[in-house]
């Protein structure tokens, strides 16, 4: 078929061989016909921009032309000719035209206008040839690559963690059982409870909900690891940043303490937005209209206040602000719409987790930029965050974003046996079941952080998509897994 590369429609676009012959593939986007010309543009998904195809002369031919509607594929050999048009150097002048696959007009449910977000979530298998999800592909595989470069770059190692796991101590969210036993009539035990020693793994086993665990046994030897795998969540929480099937980077350190951790998740994200800013310039500029259309039909109160361009810029340009919980805590505390009842969790005892109501108003309303907040209750958090000096808190860290609420959460780690155990009888964690976590812990501990950044979420702010199953392909969530 010779679909190499060079006659992608984005490289096309970018030349100026007039006069050359050249054979582009791709999807039709729009067609329009006059007497004895039609014009058509096409799409190959390597650009948001379209390849404008003229087709007269010898080459049109009616009963083709009526053959091609949007959706159709061709593929077409012509001329490349300076284009009248404005927005692009370069057309192309159809010779041969030949039609790969029809789509009937009467049943293909993609036309040419704007269709619904809501709509395109249920043509999943679609949407991909939309201005809109093709830009989140293309930023949305820039932002993988980023990734794996910035840890590259700095000596990481990645890790492949494990997705079917037997240790259900994060305690991150319910999780997803993974069995091979029969569900009518499972075999139990004595107890009458289901019999998981008969179960594929002779336990029972479940999908992750985070790499970090093994991240660490990996880091007490590699030093600096990450892991950027799928993880699973089975909270039943419908909202627009809650997947149940998610993608999260969790670098995993050992001699960094939690100001190197802040450090390294600041230069992360702002590398990641720097690098989209350089490479996905056309995508963003669409997707910043496509809000500011969107943007147009909210409220006053929740626009964005910046177009999304300059906010990403503004987000790089800054340095995060770096608070404890209990500052945050007296900032909400304190705060007018606290005294006037307007936030719908009421701040009133030190000690309570954050809501993102609380998350979103320290960053968009107090501070107007990302915020980091470290040492949190350590009732609000899980086993492994290293203790503080006052027994109360632990050395927790989240960042919170602008309309996101926390995009990572993370913390130095609990490098005391002695400690870590009495954490772990604390909040109810089986010590038997951890004993490889603890190892770690008796021969050769060091102080160590990590954090996971949620892929969606970050994703979410760089394209400024306001529902997180439109960053993703195909999204998981309660009584959803058609595609
Ligand atoms: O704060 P979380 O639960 O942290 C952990 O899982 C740690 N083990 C990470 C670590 O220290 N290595 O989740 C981390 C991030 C959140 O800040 C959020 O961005 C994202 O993962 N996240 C979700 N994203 C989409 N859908 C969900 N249901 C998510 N839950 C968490
Ligand atoms: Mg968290």
Redesign the pocket.
């Known amino acids: 078929m010779a679909y190499k590369g060079k006659n992608r429609i984005v490289h096309i676009l970018e030349s100026e061989d007039y006069g050359k012959t050249v054979t582009v593939f791709g999807w039709v986007r729009t067609k329009r016909e006059s007497k004895n010309v039609g014009f058509i543009t096409l799409n190959d998904g390597s650009t948001i921009q379209n390849l404008q195809v003229v087709i007269e002369g010898s080459s049109m031919n009616e009963a083709l032309m009526a053959r091609i509607h949007s959706g159709a594929s061709l593929k077409i050999t012509g001329e490349l000719i300076p284009s009248p048009g404005q927005g692009q150097k370069v057309e192309l002048k159809a010779g041969a035209v030949e039609i790969l696959g029809e789509a009937n007009p009467d049943e293909y449910p993609l036309q040419p206008k704007k269709h619904s977000l809501e709509f395109l979530r249920e043509i999943a298998h679609l949407r991909f040839r939309t201005n809109t999800f093709g830009a989140i592909t293309r930023v949305r595989h820039a932002m993988i690559f980023a990734i794996h470069k910035f840890f590259n770059d700095r000596g990481f190692y990645n890790i492949h963690t494990p997705i079917i796991t037997a240790s259900d101590a994060?305690g991150?969210?319910e999780m997803f059982r993974v069995t091979t036993l029969p569900s009518l009539n499972p075999p139990l035990n004595e107890t009458g409870a289901v019999d998981f020693t008969r179960d594929f793994f002779g336990r029972e086993t479940n999908l992750t909900?985070?790499g970090?665990l093994e991240?660490e046994l990996a880091a007490l030897a590699m030093s600096l690891v990450y892991t950027f795998g799928p993880?699973f969540?089975a909270?039943n929480?419908n909202t627009s940043?809650?997947?149940?099937e998610?993608w999260?980077i969790?670098p995993?350190m050992a001699f960094y303490d939690i100001h190197d951790n802040m450090d390294l998740a600041e230069d992360l994200l702002k590398y990641l937005l720097n690098y989209a800013l350089e490479h996905c310039p056309d995508d963003l500029d669409f997707l910043s209209k496509r809000q500011q259309d969107e943007e147009k039909n909210k409220k006053q109160e929740d626009r964005s206040p910046m177009e999304l361009i300059e906010k990403l810029k503004f987000v790089i340009d800054n340095k995060f602000e770096r608070i404890s919980y209990t500052e945050a805590y007296e900032i909400l505390k304190n705060s007018n719409h606290n005294k006037k009842k307007k936030f719908q969790f009421p701040v009133h005892e030190w000690g309570i987790d954050l809501q993102s109501e609380h998350e979103r108003y320290l960053v968009e309303k107090h501070f107007g930029k990302p915020v980091i907040l470290i040492d949190y209750p350590k009732k609000i958090k899980a086993f492994y965050m290293r203790v503080n000096d006052d027994d109360q808190t632990v050395r927790a860290m989240?960042i919170l974003f602008p309309q996101i609420g926390?995009?990572?959460?993370?913390?130095q780690r609990e490098e005391r046996l002695g400690k870590l155990l009495a954490r772990m009888k604390e909040t109810g964690i089986p010590e038997k079941q951890m004993w490889w976590y603890l190892e770690t812990r008796k021969f050769g501990s060091v102080p160590h952080s990590?954090?996971?950044?949620?892929f969606?979420?970050m994703m979410l702010f760089v394209t400024g998509m306001g529902n997180?199953r439109d960053v993703i392909p195909f999204p998981r969530t309660p009584l959803n897994a058609e595609f």
Do not use: K
């Open positions: 994060e991150a969210g909900v985070s970090q991240a993880t969540r909270e929480s940043r809650h997947l149940a998610f999260m969790e995993e989240d926390e995009i990572v959460g993370g913390s990590g954090f996971g950044l949620g969606e979420r997180i």
